[in-house]
């Protein structure tokens, strides 16, 4: 079957760094990505990774080894706005998207 | 361009309702999604249209029917739904569907509950 497994929940201090991790069983892999997506709002896109590596947007970073099935999301400086669920989503061999659960993350003063 | 937009926000309905959700976006984008989310779940995939054709349907009940018009337009007809089916529906649009790196961008969503 396919499996992406993130942690349900993570709480952080504002100006601080969290790591949001990601591990994923898949059928064949396309690629990954994370969005953000705050309560009662739609899903915004954050990253994409198809590569091993880092990709670094900002505050923001994405990480992935395919070879691990695992990927991490890495926030610094964190903001009161960055309060809100991040869901990691693999495409498979079949360029289906298949999503983890989401990880609440909550931004402490 | 870079919106999707969806109409109405919010809809309240009875199980002996029809109504209909709307979804339109002008990026040129040619492949439209229905996706159906409950409360601290993700998204689950209902409908996929690539170039105005239906191509997957993820046994989605009959008492929704999907139409693309056009390769703007994605609509979304409702009869007899139950309780269960009060959700958020977000509507997407990506480039392609057929595509690693298929960026979906999303609408802000209709709340839809059913009485």
């Known amino acids: 079957g396919q499996n992406i497994d993130q942690p349900t929940e993570m709480t952080a201090t504002e100006g601080a760094i969290v790591q949001i991790n990601c591990t994923y069983q898949?059928?064949?892999?396309?690629?990954l990505f994370w969005y953000q997506q705050h309560a009662g709002e739609a899903p915004t896109f954050l990253s994409y990774?198809?590569l091993d590596g880092l990709e670094e947007k900002g505050r923001f970073s994405s990480f992935l080894s395919r070879s691990k099935g695992y990927s991490y999301l890495l926030l610094k400086e964190l903001q009161m706005k960055d309060s809100a669920s991040y869901l990691c989503?693999?495409?498979?061999?079949?360029?289906?998207?298949?999503w983890g659960a989401g990880t609440k993350l909550i931004i402490k003063p | 361009d870079t919106e999707v937009t969806q109409t109405p926000k919010h809809l309240v309905m009875g199980m002996t309702n029809k109504k209909s959700l709307k979804c339109e976006q002008h990026?040129?984008?040619?492949?439209m999604y229905w996706y159906k989310q409950k409360a601290k779940k993700p998204p689950e995939l209902m409908f996929v249209y690539s170039y105005e054709k239906l191509s997957i349907n993820e046994s989605v009940p009959s008492r929704f029917s999907p139409e693309c018009p056009n390769s703007s337009l994605l609509n979304l007809h409702l009869h007899a739904l139950q309780p269960e089916d009060s959700a958020l529906y977000l509507c997407?649009?990506?480039?392609?569907?057929?595509?690693?790196?298929?960026?979906?961008?999303f609408g802000a969503g209709s709340r839809l509950t059913v009485l």
């Open positions: 990774n198809v």
């Open positions: 990026m040129g984008h040619r492949a």
């Open positions: 898949t059928s064949g892999f396309n690629g």
């Open positions: 997407a649009s990506s480039q392609e569907s057929s595509s690693g790196a298929n960026v979906l961008t």
């Open positions: 989503a693999v495409t498979d061999s079949n360029y289906q998207l298949i």
